[in-house]
Every structure is written in structure tokens, then in C-alpha cells.
């Protein structure tokens, strides 16, 4: 989609002040785009995804009421969330967002996410809201992982082909706990740029990405994408990182799901990678086997 046809899409479908200027994002999807009015700045998104969008139409309103800092999505002049292009526009937060985190940073994230997590469970919601339309949504199913995906006559070497079955054993030692453990809404999708900041401290967090998980799986993709993609300074606050979170010392139990949920944050992301047609996977095999050896 170029400018010219995305500021007619927003001239025709939105009652704001004339536009100045458009222009992609450093950070986020490709399709993402920052709007410039005379007084008021905007993020537009080309979205893929309406039940993503509607889902978050909720949970603005009901976080912005518990006191969380949202942006909120501009409705069109027909009153909907979306153009017929799939288009959102959403408010401009005024905040900070980094390619890493320092240390800082990391910890007072994790004691966000507690408390977001805590948050989210006050917006109704029905798992059913959540569609499959694509092989991420079918391969974040633990009983996917486990017991159809198939692997072993992929063109991998043996070494990742062992490491894919030892991951998926763990997965199905541990299917039992993980089963039975409640599950909630969460933000799966907790990379370093969906956080924004004012002095260190989180001023919200953006771009949400909808799943129905336990809690402590937020946790993980925040570990996955913090720790293991983008190495940080302090190996030690990681493996605090559920001390943190919990404000306390974690149950064997406890550690037991986030080792577990670990192991299914990697092997999601190379198993989609795959199905996907992504070639690309060195390094997140090298993840898997880092998590793998710290199980």
C-alpha cells in the first residue's frame, strides 16, 4: 500500500485534521505508519487480523478504566473498528521503545506483566474470539506440538531433528501439568518494542497479540525475545526472573511450568517458522537448545 493511497483511505474514512505528514515506522510490522496532523499524531496499521482488533477494542476500554495507560483505536465515520481496507487508526502514546532492554528496564517489564496479566482477567472474553486462520495459530497448540507435528522428514540436520523430539518429550511429560493449570487471556508477543517507557518505568504496553495461555506463558515470550534472542547484560536476573514476577520465591511447581512453558515458547517458534516456509532457523535452534539444557 503506498502514502498517497493509505491518506486517501484515512481522509475518507476519518473525521481529524488535515493530514501533514505520513510515514512508516522504525519498529513494528511493515504496515505500520505514523500519521502527523497539525495538533494530534496517530499510528495507522494495515491489520490482517479483525479479531485481533476487536478483541483489543475491548480490552482498551476496560484497561483504560482499571487505570492502564492504552491507545485507543479511532472509530471510522461508519462507527467501526476497521476501514474495508482493514485499516485501524489508533491514538499516539508518548513514550519510549528500545531495541534491547537494560537491566532496569527488564525488571520493572516483568513486574508489569504481573500486574497487565492481573488486569486482563477483568475483560470478557471467550476463547472462541481467537480464530485460526493461519499456521501460527495452529502450531501454538500444545496438543499440536506434541502429537502432529511432524518433523522427522523434514531436510534438518540429526542434531535438530533430536533436538525437536527431545523438546517435544518434555512437552508431553509435562502436557498433564500444563493441562490442568488455569488459563487466561495474555499478550503473547512481549518483544523489547512493544513496551513503551517513561524513565525506565513502563508506560504501556502496545501491540497486542492475543492468546489463551496461562499467565506464566506472557512471561516466557518476554524471556524468549529478552534473554535468548537479544542476550542482556545479567544472566542472573533471568533466572530470578519468576522471583520477580511473583514478588517471592517460586514454588518447585512453579519453576517446573515456566521451564516447561520455555520449552514450547522455542519449539512454537521454530515449528511455525517452518510450516511457514522459513528457512532461516540456526538461531532458533540455538535458542531451543539453550532452553532445553536449562529444563
Same mark, same amino acid.
Given at each position: 500500500?503506498?502514502?498517497?493511497?493509505?491518506?486517501?483511505?484515512?481522509?475518507?474514512?476519518?473525521?481529524?485534521?488535515?493530514?501533514?505528514?505520513?510515514?512508516?515506522?522504525?519498529?513494528?510490522?511493515?504496515?505500520?505508519?505514523?500519521?502527523?496532523?497539525?495538533?494530534?499524531?496517530?499510528?495507522?496499521?494495515?491489520?490482517?487480523?479483525?479479531?485481533?482488533?476487536? #478483541?483489543?477494542?475491548?480490552?482498551?476500554?476496560?484497561?483504560?478504566?482499571?487505570?492502564?495507560?492504552?491507545?485507543?483505536?479511532?472509530?471510522?465515520?461508519?462507527?467501526?473498528?476497521?476501514?474495508?481496507?482493514?485499516?485501524?487508526?489508533?491514538?499516539? #502514546?508518548?513514550?519510549?521503545?528500545?531495541?534491547?532492554?537494560?537491566?532496569?528496564?527488564?525488571?520493572?517489564?516483568?513486574?508489569?506483566?504481573?500486574?497487565?496479566?492481573?488486569?486482563?482477567?477483568?475483560?470478557?472474553?471467550?476463547?472462541?474470539?481467537?480464530?485460526?486462520?493461519?499456521?501460527?495459530?495452529?502450531?501454538?497448540?500444545?496438543?499440536?506440538?506434541?502429537?502432529?507435528?511432524?518433523?522427522?522428514?523434514?531436510?534438518?540436520?540429526?542434531?535438530?531433528?533430536?533436538?525437536?523430539?527431545?523438546?517435544?518429550?518434555?512437552?508431553?511429560?509435562?502436557?498433564?501439568?500444563?493441562?490442568?493449570?488455569?488459563?487466561?487471556?495474555?499478550?503473547?508477543?512481549?518483544?523489547?518494542?512493544?513496551?513503551?517507557?517513561?524513565?525506565?518505568?513502563?508506560?504501556?504496553?502496545?501491540?497486542?497479540?492475543?492468546?489463551?495461555?496461562?499467565?506464566?506463558?506472557?512471561?516466557?515470550?518476554?524471556?524468549?525475545?529478552?534473554?535468548?534472542?537479544?542476550?542482556?547484560?545479567?544472566?542472573?536476573?533471568?533466572?530470578?526472573?519468576?522471583?520477580?514476577?511473583?514478588?517471592?520465591?517460586?514454588?518447585?511447581?512453579?519453576?517446573?511450568?515456566?521451564?516447561?512453558?520455555?520449552?514450547?515458547?522455542?519449539?512454537?517458534?521454530?515449528?511455525?517458522?517452518?510450516?511457514?516456509?522459513?528457512?532461516?532457523?540456526?538461531?532458533?535452534?540455538?535458542? #531451543?537448545?539453550?532452553?532445553?539444557?536449562?529444563?
Amino acid at each position: 500500500m503506498t502514502l498517497d493511497s493509505l491518506k486517501e483511505i484515512i481522509t475518507r474514512n476519518y473525521e481529524i485534521e488535515p493530514i501533514i505528514n505520513i510515514e512508516k515506522t522504525s519498529t513494528g510490522s511493515g504496515n505500520t505508519f505514523y500519521v502527523d496532523t497539525k495538533s494530534e499524531k496517530y499510528i495507522i496499521k494495515v491489520n490482517d487480523r479483525p479479531d485481533f482488533v476487536r #478483541l483489543y477494542g475491548k480490552i482498551e476500554s476496560v484497561l483504560t478504566e482499571l487505570g492502564y495507560t492504552q491507545s485507543r483505536i479511532i472509530k471510522t465515520n461508519r462507527n467501526e473498528l476497521l476501514t474495508s481496507e482493514s485499516a485501524v487508526l489508533y491514538t499516539f #502514546l508518548h513514550g519510549e521503545s528500545h531495541k534491547n532492554l537494560n537491566i532496569t528496564q527488564v525488571e520493572n517489564a516483568i513486574k508489569y506483566i504481573k500486574h497487565f496479566n492481573s488486569a486482563l482477567l477483568n475483560v470478557p472474553f471467550d476463547p472462541q474470539e481467537i480464530k485460526e486462520l493461519n499456521i501460527w495459530d495452529k502450531v501454538k497448540s500444545l496438543d499440536f506440538l506434541i502429537n502432529y507435528f511432524e518433523y522427522k522428514h523434514l531436510p534438518l540436520e540429526e542434531s535438530k531433528i533430536l533436538l525437536l523430539t527431545k523438546a517435544i518429550q518434555i512437552l508431553s511429560d509435562n502436557m498433564s501439568l500444563l493441562s490442568k493449570i488455569p488459563k487466561q487471556l495474555i499478550h503473547s508477543d512481549l518483544g523489547p518494542d512493544n513496551f513503551l517507557f517513561q524513565n525506565d518505568n513502563v508506560y504501556s504496553i502496545i501491540d497486542f497479540t492475543p492468546e489463551y495461555e496461562n499467565e506464566i506463558y506472557s512471561l516466557c515470550q518476554f524471556c524468549y525475545w529478552n534473554h535468548f534472542w537479544i542476550s542482556i547484560e545479567n544472566e542472573q536476573l533471568i533466572s530470578d526472573c519468576l522471583k520477580i514476577y511473583y514478588q517471592r520465591n517460586a514454588s518447585k511447581t512453579e519453576k517446573k511450568i515456566f521451564n516447561a512453558f520455555m520449552v514450547k515458547a522455542a519449539l512454537f517458534r521454530i515449528a511455525g517458522a517452518i510450516m511457514a516456509g522459513n528457512k532461516n532457523l540456526d538461531n532458533r535452534f540455538n535458542i #531451543l537448545n539453550r532452553v532445553i539444557m536449562n529444563v
